[in-house]
């Protein structure tokens, strides 16, 4: 087994914390010895999971009932959730990934729905008091602290109030910096496992050619409305990609994200993106964590211009208005005639949460020169089911109210809501549905909202 000794540290200023170090270094199957049925226990998320403790957790099922494990999505495949493992471990998820979907709508898992911004503050609070935090972290630096890498925002907190802290320790974690270190003191085992962190590509293998046409259009659309020394919330996925592929003629753009992917990394060697014309941070990329690739692990390494923070500071609404031209850029399943939003279910079935989109949404409308963006498709990708619609499904959640609303943005174009009418609303919205479900859209709005 690895220790750490004089020579793997830049500048040694205290032997004693290096003696620690080593005297708390285990096996994960050592170290997770302390985890006992009836246990609270909280999992680093996204592509920061420590899967080498998680499959020491899971090892030892046989001895163990109703331990509850809490995360928001976990990217890799999750062993704890397959079926007949319910009776050993209870996931309660802040946010549905896909690899926990079945299990949350077939009753072996439970959904907490819940603002990203106050999911840390359950922990703050000692709302949820975890009796084990498993956590990956980078190596120590010469001082004694480790840093949590690409996943801040949704598990320092939780960590700090952990009643016992296991930590893998991988020299793959990048040293990301802010408010993002935890000392070895503060660690209670610690596993040394070098492997790659899990990545989590841009590109939908899904997409049809069709679909990135519609997704381009979105794109320009959206960068249309960006202006010069604006601050971004961006993203991953499509829409995202498709609006940073527009933004090369840009001036002075600023990042303050939930989280971030490849996508930014281009723009920032550019200059395109440098923070300058911030007025929260100036010069800063503000995170909670990142899910992306090699590219952004190695961009993140060391690099001073990106600061990490727990997502109850990143997700504030408050802090996010602070931002002046804070444009928010956020999807949706369906939304209704009136500008009712649903991001988190298709009908009575969970699919993913509310994440931070009402966070931002809200931060976006009260920065000065601020723009918050629901974007869609107008249309399912077969084309056969209209994503804007007279009602919402029967059991579908409203994660955003018609009262948050500003701009909607499908391939069709740009529907401004704030301000307007029940009636202007649904002729805005119309206007932007597909072409080929306007007929439906319009007899409803005759009917039922008398237009």
Not at 26 to 35: G, T
Not at 100 to 111: D, I, L, Q
Not at 117 to 126: A, P, Q
Not at 184 to 199: G, S
Request: hydrophobic residues 40%; glycine residues 8%; proline residues 6%.
């Amino acid at each position: 087994m690895m220790t750490v000794d004089d020579k793997k540290i830049r500048k040694p200023l205290n032997a004693g914390w290096i003696q620690k170090y080593n005297s708390k270094t285990v096996s994960a199957e050592k170290a997770l010895e302390v985890l006992k049925s009836g246990d609270k226990v909280i999992i680093q998320p996204g592509c920061a999971a420590p899967f080498e403790l998680i499959k020491a957790m899971v090892a030892k099922k046989d001895e163990l009932q109703d331990v509850i494990v809490y995360h928001i999505l976990v990217v890799g495949d999750l062993p704890y959730l397959q079926p007949g493992m319910e009776k050993h471990f209870k996931h309660k998820a802040f946010f549905i990934g896909g690899n926990a979907r079945k299990a949350v709508n077939e009753g072996r898992s439970e959904f907490i729905p819940i603002f990203l911004s106050e999911v840390t503050m359950l922990f703050k609070k000692n709302i949820i008091v975890p009796d084990i935090a498993l956590i990956q972290v980078s190596p120590p630096d010469e001082h004694g602290f480790c840093s949590y890498g690409i996943d801040v925002g949704n598990i320092k907190t939780p960590a700090e109030k952990a009643k016992v802290v296991i930590a893998q320790v991988n020299p793959e974690m990048p040293r990301g910096l802010g408010n993002s270190f935890i000392h070895v003191n503060k660690l209670d085992y610690i596993v040394e496992h070098e492997a790659p962190l899990l990545e989590l590509p841009q590109v939908d293998p899904d997409s049809t050619p069709e679909m990135l046409k519609i997704y381009d259009k979105i794109g320009q659309y959206i960068a249309e409305m960006i202006e010069d020394g604006s601050t971004l919330q961006m993203g991953i996925g499509a829409i995202p990609d498709s609006v940073l592929k527009y933004l090369h003629n840009h001036k002075d753009l600023g990042i303050h994200t939930e989280m971030f992917s490849d996508g930014i990394v281009e723009l920032v060697e550019e200059g395109i993106i440098n923070g300058e014309k911030k007025t929260l941070h100036p010069g800063k990329i503000i995170a909670g964590f990142c899910l992306g690739t090699k590219k952004s692990y190695d961009f993140i390494d060391n690099n001073p211009v990106i600061e990490f923070h727990p997502q109850e500071y990143v997700n504030d609404p408050f802090i996010i208005s602070k931002n002046n031209k804070m444009v928010a850029i956020n999807s949706a399943i369906e939304i209704d005639l009136t500008g009712q939003v649903c991001s988190d279910s298709i009908g009575t079935r969970f699919y993913s949460g509310i994440g931070g989109q009402v966070d931002f949404i809200r931060g976006a409308a009260h920065s000065e020169g601020g723009k918050p963006i629901i974007a869609l498709p107008a249309a399912t990708k077969d084309g056969k089911i209209s994503r804007i619609v007279p009602t919402l499904k029967p059991g579908a959640g409203v994660v955003t109210s018609r009262g948050d609303v500003h701009y909607v943005v499908t391939e069709y174009g740009v529907a401004e809501l704030y301000g307007k009418t029940v009636q202007e609303r649904a002729k805005a919205l119309i206007g932007v549905a597909h072409p080929k479900f306007r007929d439906e859209l319009n007899e409803y709005a005759r009917e039922v909202l008398h237009i």
